[in-house]
């Protein structure tokens, strides 16, 4: 936290200045001289927060309960990405294997993808939970290795057959980047009546849904009975299947979920961004940053992560040099190792993580 | 004295193939040599780095391949030369390649310290967490800062390399051979440390770091120093790698790179030394021969590549046997002998111990 505003604070005293520039020279200028810029580099922060923590709250669930570090979990987000694609390419034939624009998809030609993705996903988890780790309980490591087999795999085989819509006549390049659209309706910018700053309403939307993410996993797990057990099932594994709890079920469903919100973090960052080969390792990266830093298994944790790691993230590739004698270079990486060393050094568990 | 039987074979087995990588040059063809048997001396002390870690100190580290980089990293910007003729990615510092080297592997050693630093006081999965996500930061780090080289690689390291070194481009046998004998030394160095008073406290901590921080043990001190000796044969691996490639990208330290040395450390066992390098030989090997007879459009039915292959590899070794082809060798010698009595080898994978310090 202190971290995050020191740097907000230092990124406020750079000077503004154009030509060649120098060390001090940014995208933007300082807050000061210019805050709407400064507002939209928050915006963009906040609203990547929003899908940070759809893909990596379904990974610390799944951590919080089980103890399994699924290294897959990048690779359900690239699965679910390209399955997205080919769903809405079905039911739009026009498209050609051309991602679609927004203007030309349907609210319903978002919502069924997203409803086949999670499916998928979930099915596959589920696939995986009960064949390969169900009976490896309690084995941390080994159960980590399984998954980072089956990512191993699953990068390959994507590759292998995805894209599957592709433009006549050319010529498939396996896992090559698609995209797919957010509803026509989203496709405008809303004016925020704030240092004149106009905002795109899709990022506004993947907020909302990461927000909207984050609700129901609350009221799921502090509001139900099954969310009662999940947390008993947290607290004390052998306690609760000793009260007479079927704990493997209580485990599908929390795999189940997992992989499900890895499936819809996917269609959302597709719709924003692409989906292409390599991204699974980009996902397993962010959603272990946010756990790290946030704490394994707390659901405050992944979001107090996600706003983070975002904000580092965002805020140090718009405000570092990137000018004349430092062109093209991107320092925001350094910056994610900071974060998670300052972190880390004062608290090993995370910022909501609870001691083992 | 009566000397136990499997130790006698083992190192009746450890001499023979001694004697076989001193005449490989006179017995394998150059392919074999320089494609399979270099790369596997090579990749062998980089999970041999990785297996010193997981067997003495309980930690799986997934920042070797990140190390390994930073060292070929280090090396090529340090001597790589601008101007007609030189490299074109980089520093160009244009260094003399002596300093280059001992400055490279000290900078990697220094980096490994700080990465030790920060892991030191995690254990278990949330080691394994940390160290992954060093090694994914390293990958990214030198694919987007341009001055160090950005994303297409430094070239022409190996046309740099030290005259006592001599020159690697041409005459492979020789860089062979500093690879067997760098492998031989990192081998005896890590039999030598697991012995002495650190050696043996490192793997005190490994079995019962509570209980050995309560007997005054500094546990996170044993553990970034242990993270240091790797970091140093990890730099070591990587420099040799940088001279057998003759150049270095961001590739070489990104996440494919990680698992494939994960998955030659766990092939050959993560719980024996000897593992690294036979799991890094059966490693390439398979690679090899998969690479030479999957058709160009795929595997037959389901498609996809040499990496499908190896995940299936690794999966099936997981799930059979998680202490990779050593720890086969291990359970084969305690059902011969079994008349009660203790397995001969402590298993890695089953947990060290859950508790951390606090």
């Known amino acids: 936290m202190l971290f995050a505003v020191l740097y907000v604070v230092f990124i406020a005293t750079t000077p503004d200045e154009f030509g060649n520039g120098d060390w001090r020279t940014t995208n933007f200028g300082a807050a000061i001289n210019d805050p709407g810029a400064f507002l939209r580099v928050l915006l963009d922060a906040v609203t990547f927060a929003g899908l940070l923590f759809i893909v990596a709250s379904g990974f610390s669930l799944i951590f919080g309960l089980m103890r399994v570090v699924n290294m897959a979990h990048g690779s359900f987000y690239l699965l679910g990405g390209y399955i997205a694609y080919e769903i809405q390419q079905w039911m739009n034939p026009e498209a050609m294997g051309i991602s679609l624009q927004a203007f030309q998809v349907s609210t319903w030609e978002w919502v069924f993808p997203l409803l086949v993705t999670v499916a998928c996903i979930a099915a596959f988890g589920l696939g995986v939970q009960q064949l390969l780790l169900r009976w490896n309980q309690g084995q941390d490591l080994r159960q980590a290795l399984i998954t980072i087999a089956v990512s191993v795999i699953v990068a390959d085989q994507v590759i292998a057959h995805f894209p599957r819509h592709v433009p006549p006549g050319a010529v498939q390049f396996g896992g090559n980047a698609v995209s797919i659209a957010w509803p026509g309706w989203t496709n405008r910018f809303v004016d925020l009546q704030l240092f004149g700053v106009e905002y795109s309403l899709a990022r506004l939307v993947m907020l909302a849904l990461g927000i909207l993410v984050g609700i129901a996993l609350y009221l799921w797990l502090y509001r139900t009975k099954t969310g009662m057990v999940i947390r008993a099932g947290v607290d004390d594994r052998q306690m609760t299947s000793a009260l007479g709890i079927n704990i493997q079920i209580v485990f599908a469903i929390a795999f189940v979920v997992g992989a499900s919100l890895a499936a819809f973090g996917a269609v959302v960052g597709t719709s924003q961004g692409n989906v292409a080969q390599l991204q699974d390792g980009q996902w397993l990266l962010y959603s272990l940053v946010v756990v790290i830093v946030g704490g394994m298994g707390s659901l405050l944790g992944a979001a107090v992560g996600s706003l983070l790691y975002a904000i580092v993230f965002m805020f140090s590739a718009a405000y570092l040099p990137t000018t004349g004698n430092e062109c093209c270079t991107q320092y925001s990486i350094v910056f994610t190792f900071v974060l998670m060393a300052l972190v880390l050094a004062f608290r090993p568990q995370g910022l909501f993580g609870r001691a083992s | ?358």
């Open chain 2, 1 to 358: 004295v009566k000397r136990d039987p499997k130790t006698l074979t083992e190192r009746g087995i450890g001499v023979g193939v001694l004697v076989v990588a001193i005449l490989a040059p006179a017995i394998f063809n150059d392919y074999w040599l320089d494609a399979i048997l270099t790369q596997a001396l090579i990749f062998g002390m980089g999970a041999a780095s990785l297996i010193f870690l997981s067997a003495y100190g309980g930690m799986i580290s997934l920042a070797q391949t990140a190390l390994m980089g930073i060292a070929g990293y280090a090396l090529g910007n340090m001597v790589s030369q601008g101007g007609a003729g030189g490299e074109s990615k980089g520093l160009l510092l244009g260094w003399d390649p002596t300093v280059s080297l001992l400055l490279a592997l000290l900078l990697t050693t220094c980096v490994a310290l700080v990465f030790g630093a920060v892991a030191s006081r995690s254990y278990g999965i949330y080691f394994l967490m940390l160290t992954l996500t060093f090694g994914v930061i390293g990958n990214l780090f030198f694919g987007s800062v341009t001055k160090l080289g950005g994303f297409s690689p430094i070239a022409g390291i190996d046309r740099r390399a030290p005259g006592f070194v001599g020159d690697v481009v041409n005459d492979r046998e020789r860089l062979y051979y500093i690879a067997l004998v760098s492998a031989f030394v990192a081998y005896a160095l890590i039999r030598f440390l697991v012995r002495t008073p650190f050696g043996l406290s490192l793997q005190g901590i490994r079995d019962e770091p509570v209980r050995a921080a309560s007997l005054g043990f500094t546990v996170p001190l044993h553990r970034m120093l242990a993270f240091t000796v790797a970091g140093f044969l990890a730099a070591v691996a990587g420099v040799l790698a940088a001279w057998w490639n003759g150049q270095v990208s961001p590739d070489v330290l990104g996440l494919n790179a990680t698992i494939s040395l994960l998955v030659m450390a766990v092939i050959g066992g993560l719980a024996r030394i000897e593992g690294a390098w036979l799991g890094a030989l059966a490693f390439i090997v398979i690679s090899n021969e998969a690479t030479n007879r999957i058709p160009a459009d795929g595997l037959p039915v389901i498609g996809g590549t040499f990496n499908t292959v190896i995940g299936f590899v690794f999966l099936a070794i997981v799930l059979v046997s998680p202490d990779g082809l050593m720890g086969i060798w291990d359970r084969l010698w305690a059902v011969g002998r079994r008349r009660g009595g203790p397995p001969a080898v402590e298993v890695a994978l089953s947990e060290p111990a859950a508790g951390a310090p606090s």
